[in-house]
């Protein structure tokens, strides 16, 4: 049996176990609301709610932890096969810390209020603002690349 097959099999019962607790998280939030005579579930109490959608917490970690771990496995599968993929995914992988680090540079750490009454630390606003500036760039940089290939094919033409 191929591999692709056995994956078939597998996210179609990862599927049906999904909607099986999807149904039970849902009529037993149906049921507390009614219960607490509430018109949305945000208004439970979380502990009330915890029970019923803790399976479907829990099956949703597990169906990420999996996942991450596949694609790590064939990435570096694939990796290990071509070393000239390699070197490139170094070079992207360096150039992604170069627009990180120019991001942290740029950025500036100000303790900052939020809505919640809790206070984001310098660091925490300094991170916020990296994480903003990388976007910034690699935005950018689609963008240009985007509108490159664009008038290459133009001019290809």
Known sequence: ???????????????IIGAILWYVMSSSISNLMDQNGVSE??????????????????LTLIIFVVTIIATLIAVFSTLAKNPEGL???A?????????????????EGVE???????ILSASGSRWVGTGLYAFY?????????????????????
């Open 41 to 58: 579930a945000r208004e439970l109490p979380l502990e009330m709610a915890s029970p019923s959608v803790d399976p479907l917490y829990s």
């Open 112 to 118: 900052t209020p939020m809505k919640d009454g809790e």
């Open 87 to 89: 070197k490139k995914a």
């Open 91 to 107: 070079i992207g992988i360096v150039v992604f810390i170069v627009i990180i680090g120019i991001g942290f540079v740029l950025a």
């Open 1 to 15: 049996m191929k591999i692709s097959k056995i994956l078939s099999y597998v996210v179609l019962g990862v599927g």
């Open 137 to 157: 760039v690699l935005a950018a940089a689609a963008v240009g690349l985007m509108f490159l290939s664009g008038i290459k094919k133009l001019i290809g033409k």
